[in-house]
């Protein structure tokens, strides 16, 4: 079965940091680009970070630019997404997606394969 697990997420104060993981199982993890969303109450789901397959190329949110970091580990199946400077209004639950075929990084219907996600706070 395809399993993608998000880890790592929680309460933080602003300005700290927090890193959250992806694990992914049951699909060939080195041909599939993986992204990272993010959802608050009452909004839609917004792009945060992707990571294409082949070339490692990233691609970020305009809100978290400079201060997120997406990295994968091919060997591990495994994505991170380190959150630095972390403001109240990055609060949400943090979804990480995986597409085989993904022509538009931030259009979350290219993605085939969703994690349940992991809440993260952040306090002002």
């Known amino acids: 079965d395809v399993q993608l697990v998000e880890s790592g997420g929680g309460l933080v104060q602003a300005g700290g940091s927090l890193r959250l993981a992806c694990a992914a199982s049951g699909f060939t993890f080195d041909d599939y680009a993986i992204a990272w969303f993010r959802q608050a109450p009452g909004k839609l789901r917004e792009e945060v970070a992707a990571?294409?397959?082949?070339?490692?190329?990233?691609y970020y949110g305009l809100s978290v630019k400079g201060r997120f970091t997406i990295s994968r580990d091919n060997a591990e199946k495994t994505v991170y997404l380190q959150m630095n400077s972390l403001k109240p209004e990055d609060t949400g639950v943090y979804y990480c997606a995986a597409g085989a075929q993904v022509l538009t990084y931030y259009s979350p219907s290219d993605y085939d394969y969703w994690g349940q996600g992991t809440q993260v706070t952040v306090s002002s």
């Open positions: 990571i294409s397959s082949d070339d490692g190329r990233t």
